[in-house]
């Protein structure tokens, strides 16, 4: 059963590849979904897939890439609604 992991990602996370990062692990894991910056300085991820997966997207993330400096991730679980067919940056 899929599921719905809506992420928000606070710290020093964006102009340092967390984008390019949360896309690339999220396609190696098979997950559906997208990955913005939003203005107030948060990295908003919305992913679909195995719950497995999604945990371990949330791992990478809390770590992000090499010069991101993470502070706190919070995570939404929600059911997966299915429309979603592969993984963007927005």
Same mark, same amino acid.
Do not use: H
């Given at each position: 059963?899929?599921?719905? #992991?809506?992420?928000?990602?606070?710290?020093?996370?964006?102009?340092? /590849? /967390?984008?390019? /990062?949360?896309?690339?692990? #999220?396609?190696? %894991?098979?997950?559906?979904?997208?990955?913005?910056? !939003?203005?107030?300085? &948060?990295?908003? &991820?919305? #992913?679909?897939?195995?719950?497995?997966?999604?945990?371990? %997207?949330?791992?990478?993330?809390?770590?992000?890439?090499? /010069?991101?400096?993470?502070?706190?991730?919070?995570? !939404?679980?929600?059911?997966?609604?299915?429309?979603?067919?592969?993984?963007?940056?927005?």
């Amino acid at each position: 059963m899929n599921k719905r #992991a809506i992420i928000q990602v606070y710290g020093s996370v964006q102009g340092v /590849f /967390f984008r390019a /990062f949360v896309l690339e692990k #999220a396609k190696d %894991l098979g997950l559906v979904g997208w990955v913005t910056n !939003k203005p107030n300085g &948060i990295v908003n &991820i919305l #992913a679909e897939g195995d719950e497995n997966s999604l945990k371990k %997207l949330i791992q990478y993330c809390q770590s992000g890439p090499k /010069f991101a400096k993470v502070d706190r991730v919070e995570v !939404k679980w929600e059911e997966a609604e299915g429309e979603i067919k592969n993984f963007v940056i927005k």
